[in-house]
Nanobody
């Protein structure tokens, strides 16, 4: 069974940087898209960044110019480099893999940005 394992969350001061990574354990076929989402308690989960199999990326307006998404096909891994972090970036971040046969979520990793 495919599982996604996230790492890299933590606490940082405003203006700081963090790098999140998400690796798939198990066999992965025909990935269409990988992405990062975030959720604050009491609010809907929102898209942060997406990257397709071809490498095309989509970023939420709130993170453009600050966050970068990348992938390593050989390692079935997706990364999120976050810079110039703001207190409003505080959330639980989830990675997501979508293929023709599955839609899998990671367990979430907490990112806390203090002012």
């Amino acid at each position: 069974q495919l599982q996604l394992v996230e790492s890299g969350g933590g606490k940082v001061q405003s203006g700081g940087s963090l790098r999140l990574s998400c690796a798939a354990s198990g066999t992965v076929f025909n990935i269409i898209r990988m992405g990062w989402y975030r959720q604050v308690a009491g609010k809907q989960r929102e898209m942060v960044a997406l990257i397709t199999r071809s490498g095309s990326t989509t970023l939420a307006d709130s993170v453009k110019g600050r966050f970068t998404i990348s992938k390593d096909n050989a390692k079935n891994m997706v990364n999120l480099q976050m810079s110039s972090l703001l207190p409003e970036d505080t959330a639980v971040y989830y990675c997501n893999f979508v293929s023709t046969g599955f839609n899998v979520w990671g367990q979430g990793t907490q990112v806390t940005v203090s002012s």
